[in-house]
Each structure stands twice: as structure tokens, then as C-alpha cells.
């Protein structure tokens, strides 16, 4: 089940806010406080049937430590289980001879929580068809974004306009205890996309435009397709190295031919 700080991160992820109070607001009455009867009771909770069984039995161990044994007379009756049976039937100890000393109680292993992955996205989305990911911590600056428009414009992929980036990064609030990392980062990440279809993202492919690690094992990209996103994917230098290297773009272009034929295809489906 997610806790509350999880839950307020991945809202946060994806683009909702979730208000809560801290501070009383100007002219409003104070929250009367509470009077509680210090002589009142305190009603025992309800325990759960095992519970109770366990209890009546060390209370009756410790009634028969207490009172003295008298000489033996007759024999207990055969069928009478005794409390280590008892306890053997609520699986607390293992079923053993009655000789055998109850096994020392151990304490539960603590949970081990992990570090969170991080990593910072610059996110745009085409026409909200074609989803765009650069790791990269900066925006891309006014001449990387000339050279994607022009990249996109010699293989036929034409946006009515191009979008601006939006940085995501993660993890979006720090400090939270983290028991699986790589699953809640990808959760994060797919948090993200949800809340951007209320500006009608709705992605038909990924395009990615560099290399990171912890990118690379959240999306796990394969045979050109993204198993975490449902989507086909490529992905292909830096933007910043093909702005400095004739021979990576040369080298860029066979791997984009089929754009022109994916994106027309996309626009006539709709």
C-alpha cells in the first residue's frame, strides 16, 4: 500500500497539487481543543482470538509457577494438551516433544530501505504524438533546438510548432524512505506522462537524444522498443555532440529514414 509521502510524490510528478493545511487563516476561530477525562477508562482494544488464547495460557503458567504442586496423586488425564501443544497448533513453535525447551523468540530482520535513483529528464512532446527525452540536468539551449528542428524537417517530421522542454526530475521530494528504487522511479516517470495527457500527450513513439545509466535501466530500451512505456523507441546521440560533429550527423541518417513514413502514418490514423 503506498504511504502518504509516496502518494504526495507521484501527485506531485504528475502536475497535481495536493493542499494541506498548516496555518489558520486570518479572522478564522481556533480549532477548539479537545478535553480529555483523565479518570475515564481506557477501554481495552479488541484483541484477536489467537491473542487471547495466548494470553489465558501464560496466565495459566504463571498461576501454576505460583501455587505450590502438591504430592502427586493422580495422573493428569492423556488427552489434556498441554501449552506448548497449544502454542505448537497457533504456529508459534514447531511441533516437538514436550521435554524439548520452547525456542528462544527471535526479533523480526529490520527492513533494509534503499537510496533513490536519480536522474533529471528534459521532456518535450511532439505535436503530443512523439515524446522526446534528453538526460540532461540544463534545457537545451537555442542552438541544440535549431538543430532538432532542422533534424526533424530533413526527414519529413514537421510539428505544427515546436515545444519547449520541462525538466522532471527525481526523486521529486527528498528524504522518503525508499524500499524499491527502481520500481518507484519508473512509477515516478510513468506518474509524469499520466499527468501530461490533461495537455493531450498522448505518445506514439519515443525518441532519445543522449545516454544515462539510470535512464537506461529504467526504460530498458530493446530491439527498438520501450518495454516500460508501451512504445517504439530510438534513441541516438546527444544533441550537443551532433552540433559539434559533422560525422555524427553523417552517421545519423540511415538510422532515420523510416521517421517520415511512422509520422505521416500517425497523423492520417487520427
Not at 530482520?109 to 528534459?122: D, I, K, M, N, S
Not at 538543430?147 to 505544427?160: D, F, M
Not at 519508473?186 to 544515462?212: H, N, T
Not at 541516438?236 to 513514413?261: I, N, T
Request: charged share 25%.
Amino acid at each position: 500500500m503506498t504511504q502518504e509521502p509516496q502518494r504526495l510524490q507521484y501527485l506531485e510528478a504528475m502536475g497535481l497539487t495536493a493542499w494541506v493545511s498548516r496555518y489558520r487563516l486570518p479572522n478564522a476561530l481556533p480549532t477548539p481543543p479537545c478535553e480529555w477525562e483523565s479518570d475515564a477508562p481506557v477501554a481495552e482494544e479488541r484483541r484477536a482470538p489467537g491473542e487471547r488464547l495466548h494470553a489465558l495460557l501464560d496466565e495459566a503458567a504463571e498461576a501454576q509457577v505460583a501455587t505450590p504442586r502438591p504430592a502427586p496423586a493422580e495422573p493428569e488425564p492423556r488427552h489434556r494438551p498441554s501449552a506448548g501443544k497449544a502454542r505448537a497448533l497457533l504456529g508459534d513453535l514447531v511441533p516437538a516433544d514436550e521435554t524439548e525447551a520452547p525456542p528462544e523468540t527471535q526479533a523480526p530482520a529490520p527492513v533494509r530501505h534503499g537510496e533513490a535513483l536519480r536522474f533529471t529528464l528534459q521532456v518535450a512532446c511532439l505535436d503530443g504524438r512523439w515524446l522526446v527525452l534528453l538526460p540532461r540536468e540544463a534545457p537545451p539551449g537555442s542552438v541544440e533546438l535549431r538543430l532538432l528542428r532542422h533534424l526533424l524537417q530533413a526527414v519529413g517530421v514537421v510539428p505544427e510548432q515546436m515545444p519547449a522542454f520541462e525538466a522532471f526530475r527525481w526523486p521529486q521530494v527528498e528524504g522518503l524512505p525508499v524500499e524499491a528504487p527502481l520500481e518507484e522511479a519508473r512509477e515516478g516517470l510513468q506518474a509524469f506522462l499520466a499527468g501530461r495527457q490533461r495537455r493531450g500527450w498522448v505518445p506514439e513513439r519515443l525518441l532519445v537524444f543522449g545516454e544515462d545509466e539510470t535512464l537506461a535501466e529504467i526504460l530498458t530500451l530493446a530491439n527498438g522498443h520501450c518495454p516500460l512505456l508501451a512504445l517504439p523507441a530510438w534513441q541516438g546521440p546527444a544533441l550537443g555532440e551532433l552540433a559539434g560533429s559533422a560525422e555524427a550527423k553523417r552517421a545519423l541518417w540511415p538510422r532515420m529514414a523510416d521517421w517520415r513514413d511512422a509520422w505521416q502514418a500517425g497523423r492520417e490514423a487520427d
